[in-house]
């Protein structure tokens, strides 16, 4: 599989929270007719497709809602810990974009911001 290749029509955009991300985003679409997509815009449909075996982090928050997520039982654990939690999370999650990622690399050229793929399709895509 050659990825580079595959992959070849995705533009990142990362940056931190408030950097512009989203702004820059737009601003590539509407100039050069690009769609984008947010990752953020799929969470809830990735977490509804993860699994105990292939995503046990996301499979255990993916029925809290995002107060019982950040509760003091989470907060109480070391940064680390809660770094890595984080990571995991996001790590299981790029399995889902990547497989749309690859699912949709032949039809479409797609700026994407964070962990993100594009698609004129939404969610569905993925998987």
């Not at 601003?27 to 509804?48: G, P, R």
């Amino acid at each position: 599989m050659d990825l580079k290749r595959m992959l070849s029509h995705v533009y990142w955009i990362g940056g931190s929270p408030c950097a512009g991300k989203t702004t820059l985003a737009r601003k590539l679409a509407t100039q050069y007719n690009f769609t984008y997509y947010k990752c953020d815009d799929c969470y809830e449909d990735h977490m509804s497709r993860s699994t105990a075996d292939q995503q046990p982090a996301m499979y255990r928050i993916k029925d809290l809602t995002w107060s019982q997520v950040w509760s003091s039982q989470f907060c109480s654990l070391t940064v680390d810990v809660q770094m890595q939690e984080v990571i995991t999370v996001y790590q299981e999650q790029f399995q889902f974009i990547f497989r749309g990622l690859i699912k949709t690399s032949e039809y479409f050229k797609r700026p994407c911001r964070r962990s993100c793929f594009t698609s004129r399709n939404g969610c569905t895509l993925a998987g």
